[in-house]
């Protein structure tokens, strides 16, 4: 998953047979850890566990989870990857061009970039309004330029 937040948020679903206490360690580390590291933490179903990415810089980051029972046993690690990125897409050129086969239409052509993802998704307002999820459009689908009717001209 790709993140622009300061925390990484995981809920888990953990299960085991004797049905006594559980421990997690989650880790920038991929060695196993020692069943007596001081990090391990109990853990609480249904409580979910958190780490802090203040200071992380943007790219990808690997963590590692181990669960382990009282008794010592391990379970087989999980990798998660993620991406960070905080920093917006930057629209490079934008250029509007009226439609010759209808005045009430424009063209709109831009170039987008992004530092470290891919461009998604866009959105077109004649207004400063904050669109919902589902007014984003997707960006590969018209790469680059999008024919827009304008509410304000007449035909």
Same mark, same amino acid.
């Given at each position: 998953?790709?993140?622009?937040?300061?925390?990484?948020?995981?809920?888990?679903?953990?299960?085991?047979?004797? &049905?006594?206490?559980? #421990? +997690? !360690?989650?880790?920038? $580390?991929?060695?196993?850890?020692?069943?007596?590291?001081?990090?391990? =933490?109990?853990?609480?179903?249904?409580?979910?566990?958190?780490?802090?990415?203040?200071?992380?810089?943007? &790219?990808?980051?690997? #963590? +590692? !989870?181990?669960?382990? $029972?009282?008794?010592?046993?391990?379970?087989?690690?999980?990798?998660? =990857?993620?991406?960070?990125?905080?920093?917006?897409?930057?629209?490079?050129?934008?250029?509007?061009?009226?439609?010759?086969?209808?005045?009430?239409?424009?063209?709109?052509?831009?170039?987008?970039?992004?530092?470290?993802?891919?461009?998604?998704?866009?959105?077109?307002?004649?207004?400063?309004?904050?669109?919902?999820?589902?007014?984003?459009?997707?960006?590969?689908?018209?790469?680059?330029?999008?024919?827009?009717?304008?509410?304000?001209?007449?035909?």
């Amino acid at each position: 998953p790709y993140l622009n937040t300061e925390s990484l948020r995981l809920e888990l679903k953990v299960e085991d047979n004797s &049905g006594g206490e559980l #421990f +997690y !360690l989650l880790s920038k $580390d991929e060695q196993a850890p020692e069943v007596v590291d001081a990090r391990w =933490q109990a853990y609480l179903v249904g409580e979910p566990i958190e780490w802090d990415l203040t200071g992380e810089k943007e &790219g990808t980051l690997n #963590f +590692y !989870l181990w669960i382990r $029972d009282h008794a010592g046993n391990l379970a087989q690690r999980v990798e998660l =990857q993620t991406v960070i990125d905080r920093t917006s897409p930057i629209i490079d050129e934008f250029s509007i061009e009226k439609d010759p086969d209808n005045a009430s239409r424009v063209l709109l052509s831009w170039v987008a970039s992004d530092n470290i993802t891919a461009l998604k998704s866009f959105y077109v307002s004649e207004s400063g309004t904050p669109p919902g999820e589902e007014q984003w459009l997707d960006y590969t689908q018209y790469a680059g330029s999008f024919q827009y009717q304008v509410s304000w001209c007449k035909q």
